[in-house]
């Protein structure tokens, strides 16, 4: 039973870029949330998507921007790329949004670095 | 405002002792749900345990425990007679009432179990 994947798994942009990380949730699972984790900090919620739809969204501005696909596969575009947007990127699946049983599920990360 | 604080950045201690992670948490939510994840160097989040606000009762699984304390907002976490392999960062965490799935994290204990 495949986990939650990530890829790439490490990605070196330039200021001003744009990015796209993807992500596959755990067999079985429709919820995909993204979350950015800065050297020594925790992880910080950036969205949640369901049924292809945006359903819950962090403090992180408009640059930051996701899609999910009947798959249930998503991906997290960020635009115009900042120094401090430099970090670890997580994607959590789970089964149901919102339900008593909401365990997610983490992967591997991808790390972004920008120059 | 939700908030979870893990006042220890750093804690050492010598294989085979016990350790306490501490973690205190905030929240209007009188449903709620508590977590503790481990991050080893891989940077994947691993999930440890899942408490909601109605059950105070204390956890043990194998090594492990926790102490839910409602009463002074705690969810203590510790390890018994640490091995070099509990050596990670510690993350405590807080989501809100179904409905809200976004986990709010602490900024996370690093544990060095020294051999």
């Known amino acids: 039973d495949a986990g939650v994947t990530q890829s790439p798994t490490h990605l070196i942009k330039t200021r001003g870029q744009q990015v796209t990380l993807r992500c596959s949730p755990k067999?079985?699972?429709?919820?995909v949330s993204w979350y950015q984790q800065a050297l020594g900090q925790g992880p910080q919620f950036i969205f949640q998507?369901?049924?292809?739809?945006?359903?819950q969204r962090g403090n992180f501005p408009d640059r930051f921007s996701g899609h999910q696909f009947p798959n249930y596969s998503s991906e997290l575009n960020v635009n115009a790329l900042l120094l401090g947007d430099s970090a670890l990127y997580l994607c959590?699946?789970?089964?149901?949004?919102?339900?008593?049983?909401?365990?997610?599920?983490f992967g591997p990360g991808t790390r972004l670095t920008v120059l | 405002a939700q908030k979870v604080t893990q006042a220890q950045t750093e804690i050492s201690v010598v294989e085979k002792e016990d350790v306490t992670l501490d973690c205190v948490y905030e929240?209007?939510?009188?449903?709620?749900?508590l977590f503790w994840y481990k991050q080893p160097p891989s940077g994947e989040l691993v999930f440890l345990i899942r408490?909601?606000?109605?059950?105070?009762q204390n956890e043990i699984s194998g090594r492990y425990s926790w102490n839910f304390q409602k009463s002074t907002s705690s969810f203590n976490f510790t390890i018994t007679a640490s091995q070099v392999v509990d050596s990670a960062v510690y993350f405590c965490?807080?989501?809100?009432?179904?409905?809200?799935?976004?986990?709010?994290f602490g900024k996370g204990t690093r544990l060095h179990i020294l051999p």
């Open positions: 067999s079985g699972h429709d919820t």
């Open positions: 965490a807080l989501s809100g009432a179904p409905g809200d799935d976004k986990i709010i």
């Open positions: 408490r909601n606000s109605f059950d105070e």
């Open positions: 929240t209007r939510d009188t449903t709620y749900y």
């Open positions: 959590a699946s789970s089964l149901i949004p919102g339900g008593a049983h909401n365990e997610q599920f």
């Open positions: 998507y369901y049924e292809e739809e945006e359903r």
